[in-house]
């Protein structure tokens, strides 16, 4: 989801740069995370980026909004793409980015007019998406310089980013420690795990925001991607694409990805919902619901590489935006501009406006708990 919407490179040539901008070959094969400067932002604060390599997958993060910058994987005969947009500069981030790669809080996806009433106290927060809030506000997580500890534990390699957000920060009530971190897997998987607790009652609800594009970022739209999401359900929206509280059947519409199907096989009907988001720009139930472990959510498989990412979650929501608004004003890392459907997101979450529609999972968090969840991608190809 963008700000706007109211939020491989294959062949031995690509595999030698990518080589080179991670620590070098044998850092492609596994081995512990290394950092060197991305860059610096206006006011001086150093902006790091962390280069790691595990099972085959290979991804670089900045301290910048924890963004993953690059997330290389190989397809069926063994040639790397960069599989995530994204920019080359930390200034672009700055200026324009759409939420590229970034973490999202504290709280993804929107809520209607930026207000909500917790234990009868009413918040107003920072509203950045026409009269909503949207991605946690104008200064969200995704704006934050995050501390980064890399670790090595047994065949696993990683980074645990911290962030703590103050009382009052853009309106969300509490202190809010959070801890997020990225895991490469000996299997070449990127398991996320979010963690959280306050000082005060509060609601959260944290995502990741990479755009996806399994034949490489440089080489057009995602709409012959193959699609499936476990999910009977999901969650229609008004024109601000604020959730109406209904959670209706996908049944007979665009929205059922039940059985696979190409990304752009009913992006063009003429559906309300549709015209509302100028694509698909919607929550999904999982028919899992909220799990203690990671259950199946979603498959995207790319036909012409053979690259497959199966997504696994304990949340109960996916977030499924179709690229709509990329508009050719964005040049990306591949060098090449990005127009509509060039990448797609596959947020998991609680569901949009959580905290105004009591029939949705609640997204409160109180002093004492710690808010937890996971999410697994898994690459094959």
């Known amino acids: 989801m963008e700000l706007s919407r109211r939020t491989v490179i294959a062949g031995a040539a690509a595999a030698g740069i990518t080589a080179a901008t ?23 604060t150093k902006v790091h980026r962390w280069s790691l390599a595990n099972g085959g997958t290979r991804m670089q993060v900045l301290s910048y909004g924890g963004i993953v910058q690059s997330l290389e994987i190989p397809d069926r005969r063994g040639r790397y793409a960069n599989v995530s947009l994204g920019f080359d500069t930390i200034e672009e981030y700055v200026a324009s980015s759409p939420y590229f790669g970034a973490l999202i809080g504290r709280y993804g996806n929107r809520i209607d007019k930026g207000r909500f009433t917790l234990d009868g106290t009413t918040y107003q927060l920072s509203v950045n998406d026409g009269e909503n809030s949207l991605h946690g506000g104008a200064q969200g997580f995704d704006k934050r ?27 969300y009530p509490g202190t809010l420690r959070t801890q997020v971190t990225y895991t490469l897997t000996r299997h070449g998987d990127w398991r996320i795990d979010y963690e959280a607790t306050t000082d005060k009652p509060t609601v959260v609800n944290l995502t990741n925001h990479v755009y996806f594009n399994l034949a490489g970022e440089s080489s057009g739209t995602v709409y012959d991607h193959e699609l499936s999401i476990d999910a009977s359900r999901y969650t229609p929206v008004d024109a601000g694409l604020i959730p109406t509280g209904e959670l209706a059947r996908v049944a007979g519409t665009p929205f059922d990805f039940r059985r696979a199907k190409t990304v752009g096989r009913d ?88 905290p105004n529609k009591p029939g949705f999972p609640s997204t409160v968090l109180r002093p004492g708990q710690t808010y937890r969840t996971t999410t697994v991608h898994s690459f094959s190809a």
């Not at 512990?32 to 932002?41: A, M, N, R």
């Not at 310089?145 to 309106?171: K, N, Q």
């Not at 799990?291 to 690259?307: F, K």
């Open 22 to 44: 991670t620590g070098g070959t044998a850092h492609a094969k596994g081995g512990g995370p290394t950092k060197s400067l991305f860059g610096k932002l206006a006011d001086g």
């Open 145 to 171: 310089i995050w501390d980064i500890e890399p670790f090595t534990h047994g065949t696993d390699v990683g980074l645990r980013l911290h962030y703590t957000s103050a009382d009052g920060e853009m309106g």
């Open 267 to 354: 992006i063009r009907v003429a559906h309300q919902q549709l015209l509302y988001g100028q694509g698909l720009d919607h929550n999904w139930v999982l028919d899992k619901g909220i799990t203690t472990r990671p259950g199946h959510a979603a498959t995207l498989r790319d036909p012409s590489s053979g690259r497959t990412m199966r997504i696994a979650t304990t949340e109960p929501g996916l977030q499924f935006y179709s690229g709509n608004f990329l508009d050719g004003t964005l040049v990306g890392t591949g060098g090449t501009v990005y127009r509509q459907g060039d990448g797609l997101c596959l947020e998991t979450q609680h569901f949009p406006d959580s």
